[in-house]
T-cell receptor
Framework: AQSVTQLDSQVPVFEEAPVELRCNYS??????LFWYVQYPNQGLQLLLK??????LVKGINGFEAEFNKSQTSFHLRKPSVHISDTAEYFC???????????FGTGTRLKVLA | DAGITQSPRHKVTETGTPVTLRCHQT?????MYWYRQDPGHGLRLIHY???????DKGEVSDGYSVSRSKTEDFLLTLESATSSQTSVYFC???????????FGEGSRLTVL
């Protein structure tokens, strides 16, 4: 079985400051990992994904994440946030060879002026 | 545009009535998913499908059933709606060979 834990439900940060949103997962099989963003009253859209290869993954809007197999983590980072990054961010895991795609509970990022 | 539409987008119904939500795709993708989104719970998988007539349960399948008689349509049915099923429901399709999910715009269901 797979599961995803996002420990921080809300993260306030000032504009132009760095941010890290944490994600830990558990799985009995190899995993694919994803971060999605949801802006108010919209569906989710993909920020970045790890399928294989380099453990540092770069996505859209200046975000990046690092896959750490030993710590079963896939934390999302951005060196300098903007007001427009205010949204809810979801980490997700899909197990290799399975069809299930499980999401975390989300982290609401609020960027303050 | 991933070619995925949900209907209805908004629905208000009463406890005990049946409700069917429809997800339609134009991409011919094999995998389709139904999630519900609730504050504090994120997205929870209800059911998913890996082909015509091939479906399986997710994390919160009790009270829901699904059907997929054609590749393009994935129906979610609440046989007898309850207030605990008030939620926003999202359908998603998985892009072939990309692992990425493409989401519909959501269906907001209120059960009174």
């Amino acid at each position: 079985a797979q599961s995803v834990t996002q420990l921080d439900s809300q993260v306030p940060v000032f504009e132009e400051a760095p941010v890290e949103l944490r994600c830990n997962y558990s799985s009995s099989v190899s995993v694919y990992l994803f971060w999605y963003v949801q802006y108010p009253n919209q569906g989710l859209q993909l920020l970045l994904k790890y399928l294989s290869g380099s453990t540092l993954v770069k996505g859209i809007n200046g975000f990046e994440a690092e896959f750490n197999k030993s710590q079963t983590s896939f934390h999302l980072r951005k060196p300098s946030v903007h007001i427009s990054d205010t949204a809810e961010y979801f980490c997700a895991v899909s197990g290799s060879g399975t069809y299930k795609y499980i999401f975390g509970t989300g982290t609401r990022l609020k960027v303050l002026a | 545009d991933a070619g995925i539409t949900q209907s209805p987008r908004h629905k208000v119904t009463e406890t005990g009535t049946p409700v069917t939500l429809r997800c339609h795709q134009t991409e011919n993708h094999r995998y389709m998913y139904w999630y519900r989104q609730d504050p504090g719970h994120g997205l929870r998988l209800i059911h998913y499908s890996y082909g015509v007539k091939d479906t399986d349960k997710g994390e919160v399948s009790d009270g829901y059933s699904v059907s997929r008689s054609k590749t393009e349509d994935f129906l979610l049915t609440l046989e007898s709606a309850t207030s605990s099923q008030t939620s926003v429901y999202f359908c998603a399709i998985e892009g072939s060979n990309t692992g990425e999910l493409f989401f519909g715009e959501g269906s907001r269901l209120t059960v009174l």
